[in-house]
């Protein structure tokens, strides 16, 4: 938890936003995997920690926009408790530690809703089940309604405050960068022939768990890299496979990193493997270089996108015009994500007020076009914004026969070539950049990323 | 997955003991943690699981118990789930495999239940905020209502059924049992000064992750043992302490295991940690020799505790009548928990369904005495009831106050010798048994837990 001054302040920048009504922030309960009592992990709600710092669940919070007053609803715990939890300090204790001067039992926020149900209540929209019940409790707005009845200016305050981070949240977001180093760094080493993907990923999360740290999204570690999300880890590795790994850590202050490397089992690329990870690594640092105040995301994603298209070309696996094919949107069958998206208490972050709202603005408004469509961040970029930066190259079986069938784009894509590759896998490079006043900054120690650094770890 | 006629004959089995209605089974969504596409580890219901044997979110099923109909209701995956999440085989492929014939898309379970909205529903109660959510659209009842509309007939056939653990269940146990040995023994063998708890917790839980496994319920290890469900990972262990571990691993079949571990940091147990020791194992030991079908696990849970305050009164702790002691709950200071609960794909098995339902009955009324009153199981055994057995000693100094300050059985405790013991801490030792038909079996390959034992072990 970060000084008391951190969370107030934020408290009182929120207040400058907004003048009317009251807003309800809901922490989050503690989420059942089979029968009530069996939890996973606590996950408190990004914004809640953001405002009032305590990462314990069932508690909520309020905010005057009127009066100025804060409240924290919680309860103290009892004796029960205590045999079974540990002892714990008081609610009014906890918040004191951001800050806040009133707090109230739980089952007194219904009345405290009840008594202002006639003033405009500012909600965000919940993302879990439990949340959505509690909202209708309080507000009377049902879950399928929640997310229209959320609250724009609410959501728009919150993001313009969490876009820009601190530098207490820079620090955050770097001092969890040793772990997410080790984590990968012993992934790295561990790819030999025989070996299962799960003992990687296992090992992996277990760095990340050793440290006090949990992983900030569920591993992604496959020789099928073509698969974008893939978590099912129950391949083993040969002589010849590419393994893709697309993961990060959450701190105990709850701050990500969020990192991808492709390396090859038993620690040599073959040539056609090289070839293709170095259209992405320079597609990588070509977009890592752009990034600066001022310039739009999209147009460094669209950059990164002709990089790799010109270098699909050299491998005659694209020919014609480069430039038009990537307006055109024929590079996304090889590249159907988006260059990156915001990164800090959530590895997406604030994915859960709304992409729209988080990534483009009046300004900038979403690609429709299938590829493009996915760039979660495409706005102009700001000093203090952090982002990821994770170009890639797929063969997806599935979508290059899709594609040829329906024969899309035959002028930019040579289908007889891209058949030799459909067991090639995909490759994505990833890393976690801080937006600065000149320019850029990478964060952390530097996972290896040249061919022959990561050749050299392998060995 | 087992063989499809695995899962008939115990559709087959349920619809033999009810017979009006239809029986609605909800599988399990993907759980959110912070932003809606960021999910918990997926984790099926354990009935759905039963009963349809499939792993996949976002299906539910029906019985009519009438007609005899079987429908599983998902949906097919599309192009961009195959880019996503790669390819995956359809619902009717799935459905085959557990042995039912008719498939719908998931939307059609709308109308399906509106058009049988006049019969009788029989559902379980849901746990997860986002099954109730749609359970109240499938049936209009409200998440409030819900569990005391559970349909009571449901619930105890179900219990009936999945108590009694068939052949293949039994053999999926045991075959789970090999990974939590090598999760315990793994721990065991790290529990040195200097070391974090964290970092013996996170080597555990890489272990069950790399064998394609994840653990059955947050992993307890702590020197603080006296604090019965201590997920506080963050102290230094230092010589003199003792460091309980209570963990287990779930299978990918989903079938778990749980076992409980007390060592000395650095390998030797102190004089007066023997002492403690000894007396839990003793009970635990002469707990297990009582198990076979016809016994009451509530007696066997008895005789443990006077077991354990026999023992006490040889150190000094208790004093007079130990027989009326534990007869009156005086014991429970030191031992406030049950010796045990059953356990199969849940961890504390259908724990979801109620425990009154599952470890009480009509001839064994829960207990409302402190300390019994949380024996998870109390009914007469059955051959192929799977259970754990888990004593424990603990000196929590919240409750010696309360006690103490409550003058709770001065007759039986003695307050100035266990004023001593303050900063003991706790011991707990636990194994999974299997009711056999002569008496019992103890599940995997023998952790140890002799004094003997564990400091070889350690050394």
Redesign the interface.
């Known amino acids: 938890m970060f000084e008391k001054h951190i969370y107030s302040n934020r408290r009182n920048a929120l207040k400058k936003q907004i003048n009317k009504g009251l807003a309800l922030f809901l922490g989050n309960q503690e989420?059942?995997?089979?029968?009530?009592?069996?939890?996973?992990?606590f996950?408190q709600?990004?914004t809640f920690l953001y405002f009032f710092g305590l990462n314990d669940p069932d508690m909520a919070a309020v905010i005057d926009f009127e009066s100025g007053e804060e409240i924290i609803f919680g309860n103290d715990v009892d004796?029960d408790d205590?045999?079974?939890?540990?002892?714990q300090p008081a609610v009014a204790h906890k918040a004191a530690l951001c800050g806040v001067e009133h707090t109230r039992p739980f089952n007194e926020l219904f009345d405290y809703m009840g008594k202002n149900k006639n003033r405009p209540i500012h909600f965000l929209p919940p993302?879990?089940?439990?949340?959505?019940?509690l909202l209708e409790k309080l507000t009377g707005v049902k879950?399928d309604e929640q997310k229209k009845n959320a609250s724009v200016e609410l959501i728009k305050a919150v993001v313009t405050l969490r876009s820009l981070k601190e530098d207490v949240e820079i620090e955050a977001i770097e001092n969890a960068m040793e772990v997410g180093w080790l984590m990968h760094t012993t992934g790295i080493k561990m790819a030999r022939e025989g070996v299962?993907e799960?003992?990687i990923?296992?090992?992996m999360?277990?760095?990340?768990?050793?440290?006090?740290c949990v992983v900030s999204?569920?591993v992604i570690l496959t020789k099928?890299g073509q698969?974008?999300?893939?978590h099912?880890?129950?391949n083993r590795l040969a002589k010849g496979d590419l393994v893709l790994v697309d993961a990060g850590i959450e701190s105990p202050e709850c701050y990500c990193t969020d990192h991808t490397r492709t390396y090859p089992v038993g620690g040599a690329f073959s040539s056609r493997q090289k070839d293709i990870y170095s259209i992405v690594l320079k597609a990588q640092k070509e977009a890592i270089e752009m990034i600066k105040p001022g310039i739009r995301y999209r147009n460094i994603h669209l950059h990164a996108s002709l990089v790799m298209a010109e270098g699909l070309k050299t491998l005659g696996l694209m020919k014609g015009d480069m430039k038009e094919a990537v307006a055109q949107g024929a590079h996304a069958m090889f590249f159907?994500h988006g260059l990156g998206h915001m990164m800090g208490?959530?590895?997406?972050d604030?994915?859960?007020l709304d992409e729209n709202y988080v990534g483009y603005d009046a300004n900038t408004t979403r690609s429709s076009q299938f590829g493009t469509a996915y760039l979660r961040l495409g706005k102009e970029l700001h000093e203090r914004y952090v982002l990821t930066v994770e170009p890639g190259l797929y063969f997806?079986p599935?979508?290059i026969s899709?594609w040829k069938s329906e024969n899309m784009f035959p002028q930019f894509i040579n289908y007889e070539k891209t058949g030799e590759y459909l067991n090639f896998g995909g490759i994505r490079i990833e890393d976690d950049v801080l937006v600065t006043a000149s320019g850029y900054k990478v964060f952390g120690k530097p996972i290896p990323k040249e061919v022959d650094d990561i050749e050299k770890l392998m060995r």
């Open positions: 989420s059942a995997m089979n029968y009530p009592a069996n939890t996973y992990h996950r709600d990004s004796i205590i045999i079974w939890m540990g002892p993302y879990r089940g439990k949340s959505a019940i879950p299962y799960r003992e990923a296992g090992a999360e277990g760095v990340a768990l050793a440290h006090g999204f569920p099928n698969t974008l999300h893939n099912y880890h129950g159907p208490m959530d590895v997406h604030m994915e859960d997806i599935a979508l899709k």
